[in-house]
């Protein structure tokens, strides 16, 4: 069983109220038993929503409470960036699953590098809030822009 982000697989959950839909992802995974989680929707935020940010570190730091994740009205949403996490890591160890494909840059889901906290489109090296928590339990996570890698590991 692998967990996917619901944005590649065409759910529109995203900030914005649209999708990610990859279809290469989708293709890929056609054989395979998959379940479909979206984090931030998980963690309780509404669709559309204001984008967000880890401001202050990355996923790990969010996790160990010296990083927070920051809408751009300028309200905190970690708490519910947390929430989501824990909500994601639940649904994948109901379901057995030892690997994810997450969408790549996200502050929930991004697994190498997400925005910087300035809303600039400029990016930094580190993870997600999701991505943080589900490495930290042993579970592999992959971005869409992994297809060669994900392809050894099914
Ligand atoms: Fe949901 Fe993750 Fe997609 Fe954002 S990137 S919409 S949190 S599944």
Same mark, same amino acid.
């Given at each position: 069983?692998? #967990?996917?982000?619901?944005? @590649? ?8 109220? $649209?999708? $990610? ?10 054989? &395979? &038993? ?5 984090? !931030?929707? @998980?963690? %309780? ?6 984008? #967000?940010?880890?401001? %202050? ?9 010296? #990083?927070?994740?920051?809408? /751009? !009205? %300028? ?5 519910? +960036?947390? !929430? ?8 994948? /160890?109901?379901?057995?699953?030892? @690997?994810?494909? *997450?969408?790549?840059? =996200?502050?929930?889901? %991004? ?7 300035? +809303? =600039?489109?400029? /990016? ?9 928590? *589900?490495? /930290?339990?042993?579970?592999?996570? +992959?971005?869409?822009? !992994? ?6 590991? *099914?």
């Amino acid at each position: 069983m692998i #967990a996917v982000s619901s944005c @590649l697989l065409g759910e529109d959950c995203r900030y914005s109220g $649209n999708n $990610n839909y990859d279809r290469r992802i989708t293709e890929l995974l056609e054989d &395979e &038993e998959v379940i479909s989680i979206c984090p !931030e929707v @998980l963690g %309780g935020l509404s669709t559309p929503r204001p984008p #967000a940010e880890i401001q %202050g570190g990355d996923g790990k730091g969010v996790l160990e409470g010296i #990083a927070r994740v920051i809408d /751009k !009205e %300028g309200n905190d949403v970690t708490v519910s +960036f947390i !929430e989501g996490a824990r909500e994601s890591l639940a649904l994948i /160890k109901e379901h057995g699953c030892s @690997l994810a494909i *997450l969408k790549a840059k =996200s502050p929930s889901c %991004g697994s190498r590098v997400i925005y910087d906290g300035s +809303f =600039s489109g400029n /990016k930094k090296a580190g993870v997600g809030v999701t991505t943080a928590l *589900l490495q /930290k339990e042993g579970i592999e996570v +992959f971005n869409e822009e !992994e297809i060669d890698r994900i392809i050894t590991k *099914l």
